[in-house]
């Protein structure tokens, strides 16, 4: 017995003496580039599509792939460094802000990374990203849409992914075509039919974030809200948050839900027999592949605002190739979350090869004055520019863009793109027909 | 007055190799940065004390007090809002937040103890549950905490002693270690005070604490009240640590729930306990996190980290410090 307990300790001491002896670094040439990610808990399914996609991306820049048709796809590491490959260090952030925090600080100064990216919940990349702003070093972030962090005025802090304030302009420029007649197949929609809204949004910053942008516009716009509530979106049952949307009498129901909680949602207003008119999902949990696969049918009809949908491919061929490989890999179409995980790495490759160097101040310079142009990427965008496209911000992309998707025809459909209604890739369904 | 000072600092009626063991942790924690220049093993030393510092103060209530109480993060929440949202709206100096912080988790914790202690055992733990969370929700749905998206400081640059903010982990590890040094004379003195022997007197038999004079309601009462207070003080801290903070990042139920269990893994009711438990399960967690965290085998450090704590929770309920103080008594004998 208590040599068994004696064994048992020295095990722990041995194992946490040998878990902090140094890496040994090999002596091939590479640049280490830190990713903090939700790798755990109720987020881990996004967190894993994000890995995947960054990962795409470095191996497209570490190795030649013929035929794709932008640059990165030529390179054989970074060019500007003599071929250096890039090594994407992962780090899992358990969605907890102070734990991203010491995940940054170890990648920092123990790992040596050059730069990190990161952390999808815009808590985590709050903390995470004071870590680079004090050690100087670059901070490239380009999943978190909460419009706080690009107002921070940090000098090591950019941002590729538009933000909240960006794509609740566009959801009140889709409800406002609604009523104006603009999409295609559908006839102009009395204000009266979509009013008033209820809103849902989970509890953490980026849930907050989104609620008080959607309240912001919609008094701008004259919308009616006539319910909006937080709840927690590690929730198991979402029953009584569901019938009070139902109670609301409200006709659209509007999201900011993660996978878990959003499919909650959906389950909970089939079984009430909901019968909105319009559901819109803040991009996140209402664009996962868990969201459709495990909803199946349920799903068509809802719409979501995104920045990327592989019916893309249509008119962008890159897209579709390198879509195309992405599935091989990991077995799903790219989706907005992990598209711009492959574009995160995509600027941190464009940056390395202008700076020519892996210096602090070289990239920083290298990042301010970067211009992705829009034809190399596999978003709908303009480009990647950094600048102040909205009022207080900096080091934000300026040439981002966003799109609101539709589902149709699953299980076996594809997100349809419905906004901007001029690039529209089908009818948009409205109203909603409500779950069978 | 030399009284005092004795029991404050002083361990005369600990045995010897307490007192040793104790000389050298204070001598490993103030070389500790010097040897260890890894920034993640500097992290876990600060974290490690911030930890143990949570938990000598949760061993008032929880260990002498013999109160299980399941709400400790309210406390740590006050803290840190109440350093966070004081520095931010009036530029108040840290150190001259620490007490308001203190006085804030103290006054709510003594307002809620009247009617909660009239709950014993389990339903009192559910209480004090109970209270944690609808506290993190409140904190959520105010706007003027700047609820979910919570509160954050704006960095100051170099090393400032008026708002406590470093380049270099260094400083936190001095700074952290400064403030657990206070806690745990604190505590030292407490647990040969009146006081401190009237709790432990409740803990060990309410009726017969009672024939001798104490009046047991005030006594826990008064406990829990300071254990709010000591809460707060390492909420102040991870405020000017993380610079931000959110319901989320310092009142959920997870922490409360691992200041519990760091505790009673140590040893309740002993000053060492809460820093052998702290000692274990912080390091553990960590590098468990690190390493296995983002690899392949993902969830697995959350399993090795239960099965551990459970390990230890079966096999031994008074904790490691019961089971080194065990050995030492056989050998001794």
């Known amino acids: 017995m208590t040599w068994k307990k004696m064994g048992m300790f020295s095990l722990i001491v041995l194992f946490s003496l040998f878990l902090v002896l140094p890496n040994l670094s090999l002596a091939q040439k590479e640049v280490k580039i830190g990713v903090i990610l939700p790798l755990s808990g109720p987020l881990a399914p996004i967190g894993k599509s994000l890995k995947e996609g960054a990962e ?143 809103v849902a949004a989970e509890n953490t910053e980026w849930g907050a974030a989104s609620l008080a942008e959607i309240e912001k ?80 049918a349920d799903v068509n009809g809802i719409v979501s605002r995104d920045v990327f949908s592989s019916v893309l491919g249509k008119v962008k061929p890159e897209a579709d190739r390198i879509n195309k490989i992405y599935k091989e890999r990991s077995g799903f179409d790219f989706d907005g979350s992990s598209a711009r995980d492959f574009i995160g790495v995509q600027v941190w490759a464009h940056a390395l090869n202008a700076a020519k160097s892996t210096d602090p101040k070289a990239l920083q310079k290298a990042l301010n004055e970067l211009h992705i142009p829009g034809k190399e990427l596999i ?58 | 007055m030399g009284q005092l000072l004795t029991d404050i600092f002083f361990f005369n009626d600990r045995p010897r190799f307490e007192r040793v063991g104790f000389l050298i942790f204070i001598l490993i924690i103030l070389i500790f940065p010097w040897i260890v220049t890894s920034a993640y093993g500097r992290a876990v030393a600060i974290k490690f004390l911030l930890f143990a510092l949570f938990g000598l103060g949760w061993n008032l209530i929880g260990g002498y007090g013999g109160q299980v109480d399941l709400g400790q993060a309210k406390n740590v929440g006050f803290g840190a809002y109440a350093t966070a949202l004081m520095i931010v709206w009036w530029k108040v100096p840290f150190w ?165 269990m760091t505790v009673m893994v140590g040893g309740a009711g002993s000053i060492w306990g809460p820093i052998i438990g702290a000692a274990i399960l912080i390091p553990l967690d960590m590098y468990l996190g690190a390493w296995l965290g983002a690899q392949k085998r993902l969830g697995i450090d959350f399993m090795v980290y239960a099965v551990i704590m459970m390990v230890i929770a079966a096999k031994e309920p008074r904790g490691i410090w019961g089971i080194i103080e065990r050995k030492i008594k056989k050998e001794t004998r």
Not at chain 2, 101 to 121: D, T, V
Not at chain 2, 137 to 152: P, Y
């Open chain 1, 379 to 436: 978003m709908p965008w303009k480009g990647v520019k950094f600048g102040s496209p909205f009022p207080g911000d900096t080091n934000q992309n300026e040439l981002g863009s966003g799109i609101i998707i539709q589902y149709q025809g699953y299980p076996d459909g594809k997100p349809e793109i419905v906004f901007p209604f001029e690039m529209a890739t089908s009818r948009l369904i409205y109203p909603f027909a409500g779950w069978k």
């Open chain 1, 56 to 198: 795409l991306a470095a191996d497209i820049v570490n190795k030649k792939y013929p035929g794709i048709g932008i640059p990165i796809a030529e390179w054989e590491g970074i060019p500007g460094l003599g071929g250096a490959k890039i090594k994407l260090i992962f780090s899992d952030s358990r969605g907890d802000p102070a734990w991203g925090a010491e995940q940054a600080k170890r990648l920092i100064e123990d790992e040596k990374v050059v730069g990190l990216m990161g952390a999808y919940q815009s808590a985590v990349t709050k903390t995470a990203s004071v870590e680079a702003e004090r050690a100087g070093i670059p901070f490239v972030n380009p999943d978190s849409t909460s419009p706080d962090l690009s107002k921070r005025g940090f000098k090591w802090f950019w941002r590729v992914t538009p933000h909240e304030t960006w794509f609740t302009r566009d959801l009140f420029d889709f409800l406002d075509g609604l009523v104006a007649g603009k999409a295609q197949g559908v006839k102009a929609v009395p204000k009266s039919e979509l009013e008033p809204l209820a």
């Open chain 2, 96 to 260: 001259l937040t620490i007490i308001p912080g203190m006085i804030i988790a103290a006054a709510e914790s003594f307002a809620i103890a009247y009617p909660m202690f009239r709950l014993k055992g389990h339903y009192f733990a559910i209480a004090t549950l109970c209270v944690a969370l609808v506290w993190k929700e409140l904190f959520i749905f105010w706007d003027w905490t700047g609820g979910a998206r919570g509160v954050e400081i704006p960095i100051r640059s170099g090393a400032d002693f008026v708002y406590m903010q470093f380049n270099s982990p260094i400083y936190y590890h001095y700074f952290i270690f400064f403030l657990f040094l206070l806690q745990f004379f604190f505590m030292n003195w407490f647990r040969k005070s009146k006081l401190g022997y009237a709790v432990q007197a409740v803990r060990d038999n309410e009726e017969a604490a009672a024939s001798l004079g104490i009046n047991v309601y005030r006594t826990k009462v008064v406990n829990y009240t300071i254990t709010g207070g000591l809460g707060a003080l390492g909420g102040s801290f991870m405020a000017v640590y993380y610079l931000y903070i959110d319901p989320d990042a310092v009142m959920p139920l997870d922490l409360s729930i691992l200041i519990a």
């Open chain 1, 217 to 296: 516009f919609a008094k701008e716009r004259g919308w009616k809200i006539a319910e909006s509530f937080k709840y927690p979106h590690k929730a198991t049952d979402l029953t009584s948050e569901a019938r009070k949307l139902t109670a609301s009498k409200a006709p659209t129901f509007l999201f900011a839900s993660y996978v878990s909680d959003a499919i909650l949602f959906i389950k909970a207003l089939k079984e009430m027999k909901a019968t909105p008119r319009l559901i819109w999902g803040q991009n996140a949990g209402f664009i996962q592949p868990d969201f459709w696969k495990t909803l199946g």
